[in-house]
């Protein structure tokens, strides 16, 4: 795709904690350890055959996420937001002990 990103792959919700909360951490945990964003940003596609709510992407546009184009296969595109700052990972409003290495690899620093 010719596209200088971070790609959201897979994601699959299984637990109590709203999916929109899930990505946001996963970004900022992602950021936070791997550094400046890269120029287009995070991306993801959604399968939408894979989905079961007719509102195919609705966790990822509750993240602040909005969709930009399809993929050459067809599948709807989305970007997280760029924000102007991150704040620091401590200040963060963590749900129980989510991020899992990556949190611990930020407490450890």
């Keep these: 795709d010719k596209l200088a990103a971070w790609e959201c ?3 699959r919700n299984i637990g109590p904690i709203k999916s929109s909360a899930l990505i ?3 970004v900022l945990l992602s950021c936070a350890l791997w550094g ?3 120029k287009d940003g995070f991306i993801t596609f959604i399968k939408t055959e894979a989905v079961k709510s007719d509102l195919k992407g609705y966790c990822y546009r509750r993240a602040g996420w909005r969709r930009v184009g399809y993929s050459s ?3 709807p ?3 997280a937001p760029r ?3 991150w704040p620091h990972w401590s200040e963060w409003e ?3 002990d989510r991020g899992g290495k990556l949190r611990r690899n930020l ?3």
């Design 36 to 38: 400046p964003i890269p």
């Design 24 to 26: 946001r951490e996963a």
């Design 73 to 75: 296969d067809g599948k």
């Design 77 to 79: 595109r989305f970007r």
């Design 9 to 11: 792959a897979l994601f």
């Design 94 to 96: 963590w749900h129980g």
């Design 107 to 109: 407490e450890a620093a």
């Design 83 to 85: 924000p102007a700052a």
